[in-house]
Each structure stands twice: as structure tokens, then as C-alpha cells.
């Protein structure tokens, strides 16, 4: 991967840590399939750190704009899937 995760600077180290990874889970969805259960954990950690809608916006935009995976997306089949354990795009 050639590319940056978006990070907040202000955050802590451990955000920062548990904030990538979310994004790696994304990745793993994209790539081979990510459990959804896990998925759904480290959202809950990430909204911790990022509570409002319009700054998980933007740095979903970012991620979706250096990788090409859309954490949106991944986020609303993960919600609807409720049957599923693995969730792949």
C-alpha cells in the first residue's frame, strides 16, 4: 500500500494506533473478507475517537480518496448484515 492513513495529530498515540486499525479492517474487507463482529469493534473505538458525523465524513472521504475503499459503504453492509459473519466486498 502507497498510501496514508488519515490522522488527526491531536490525537494520542493510541488513538492514532486504534484509529488505523479500523482502517486496516476496512482494508481486510476489501481484500479477503474481515469478521464482523471485529469490524463492528473497532468502529465502536473509532467513533469514539471521531464522534461527529462530519469529521468521519471527511476522513472517510480521505481513505476512500488515497485507497480506493469506501469505509462507508463497508460500515452500512456490516449494520445490515446481521446474519453474516464475514462480511467481503
Known sequence: ????YP???DW?????????????CV??????GV???EL???YRRFKEIVPGKAQ?????????????YSSYLIMKKSKESN??????M
Not at 1 to 4: A, D, I, R, S, V
Not at 12 to 24: A, G, N, Q, Y
Request: hydrophobic share 30%; charged share 45%.
Open 56 to 68: 468521519e465524513k471527511k476522513i472517510f472521504d480521505e481513505f476512500e480518496e488515497t485507497s480506493g
Open 7 to 9: 490522522i488527526d495529530l
Open 12 to 24: 494520542s498515540t493510541e488513538e492514532i494506533v486504534d484509529v488505523i486499525k479500523f482502517f486496516e
Open 27 to 32: 482494508e481486510k474487507g476489501y481484500e479477503s
Open 1 to 4: 500500500m502507497e498510501y496514508q
Open 35 to 37: 469478521n464482523r463482529e
Open 83 to 88: 446474519g453474516m459473519k464475514t462480511i467481503k
Open 40 to 42: 463492528l469493534e473497532v
